[in-house]
Nanobody, 115 residues
Framework: EVQLVESGGGMVQPGGSLRLSCVAS????????MLWVRQAPGKEPEWVSR???????LYRDSVKGRFTVSRDTVKNVLYLQMNSLKVEDTAMYYC?????????WGKGTLVTVSS
């Protein structure tokens, strides 16, 4: 059974940092593209970052230079290091796994950026 469990969210002031984690199990983590997706209150979900099984990384323009995605294939953990956080980064952040073209979601972790 595929399981994704996010953690690391919280409340932070603008300019602050957080590191999100997603513990993955039930599939070949190292071989699966992984994404971070966020949904702000009242808005549609939007992808934030993607790491492919070859290690290449993609970011949406609004987070480039501030967010870094990585994965630990020994611990089966996906990370999202978020620096220079802005109020508009406030959202529920979800981990998403592409497992042989089937998608799996975690339950999310809430990030609130506020002064």
């Amino acid at each position: 059974e595929v399981q994704l469990v996010e953690s690391g969210g919280g409340m932070v002031q603008p300019g602050g940092s957080l590191r999100l984690s997603c513990v993955a199990s039930g599939f070949r983590f190292s071989n699966s593209p992984m994404l971070w997706v966020r949904q702000a209150p009242g808005k549609e979900p939007e992808w934030v970052s993607r790491i492919n099984n070859g290690g290449s990384k993609l970011y949406r323009d609004s987070v480039k230079g501030r967010f870094t995605v990585s994965r630990d294939t020994v611990k089966n953990v996906l990370y999202l290091q978020m620096n220079s956080l802005k109020v508009e980064d406030t959202a529920m952040y979800y981990c998403y796994a592409d497992v042989r073209r089937a998608g799996y979601w975690g339950k999310g972790t809430l990030v609130t950026v506020s002064s």
